[in-house]
T-cell receptor, first 118, second 111 residues
Framework: NAGVMQNPRHLVRRRGQEARLRCSPMKGHSHVYWYRQLPEEGLKFMVYLQKENIIDESGMPKERFSAEFPKEGPSILRIQQVVRGDSAAYFC????????????????FGEGSRLTVL | GESVGLHLPTLSVQEGDNSIINCAYSNSASDYFIWYKQESGKGPQFIIDIRSNMDKRQGQRVTVLLNKTVKHLSLQIAATQPGDSAVYFCAEILGGTALIFGKGTTLSVSS
């Protein structure tokens, strides 16, 4: 049973280019979360998606960032017109159900995609 | 500001010692907490969780203590091993949809 798969593991982009990060959740998981981690910092929540729906995007920057989780295929985090401040590790996590006060909130994380903007 | 934070950014211990990593949270309504371990270049890995109706929960070599009065959480690692060297994050559920992480404590174990 493969874990959460993220690709690419490393991505280098020049300022102004687009970055696309992909996440395939664990088999049977329909909930996906994206987090950003700056060097020496903790993880910052960005967005929570279910299949074809964005549930919570309160952590997403208002411009240039978007996320989707289509019915078929991986979840995509897209960053347009990247700037140096976008350089970070982007982690995806999946869960079989909502991380709520009722259910077990354990998330399974991928290895991350490290974006470097030159 | 962040809801969850850790007292110390780094902790150095000798192999075989017990380690205690602390975390303070500010949201008194939080009722579910998780400790994660992150090794260099990898994603966070679940260690143990605890709900607010509990004061203590034990796993294999790890114990989490929750003090709701002072909004304090701790992770105790017994007989610390070199393989325990990593960054440890405490996290809480807020609003039922996301984990909020503190900045992490780097645990260094020397032989």
């Amino acid at each position: 049973n493969a874990g959460v798969m993220q690709n690419p593991r490393h991505l280098v982009r020049r300022r102004g280019q687009e970055a696309r990060l992909r996440c395939s959740p664990m088999k049977g998981h329909s909930h996906v979360y994206w987090y950003r981690q700056l060097p020496e910092e903790g993880l910052k929540f960005m967005v929570y998606l279910q299949k074809e729906n964005i549930i919570d995007e309160s952590g997403m920057p208002k411009e240039r960032f978007s996320a989707e989780f289509p019915k078929e295929g991986p979840s995509i985090l897209r960053i347009q017109q990247v700037v140096r401040g976008d350089s970070a590790a982007y982690f995806c996590a999946s869960s079989p159900r909502i991380s709520s006060k009722v259910n077990t909130g354990e998330l399974f994380f991928g290895e991350g995609s490290r974006l470097t903007v030159l | 500001g962040e809801s969850v934070g850790l007292h110390l950014p780094t902790l150095s211990v000798q192999e075989g010692d017990n380690s205690i990593i602390n975390c303070a949270y500010s949201n008194s309504a939080s009722d579910y907490f998780i400790w994660y371990k992150q090794e260099s270049g990898k994603g966070p890995q679940f260690i143990i969780d605890i709900r607010s109706n509990m004061d203590k929960r034990q796993g294999q070599r790890v114990t989490v203590l929750l003090n709701k009065t002072v909004k304090h959480l701790s992770l105790q690692i017994a007989a610390t091993q070199p393989g325990d060297s990593a960054v440890y994050f405490c996290a809480e559920i807020l609003g039922g949809t996301a984990l909020i992480f503190g900045k992490g404590t780097t645990l260094s174990v020397s032989s």
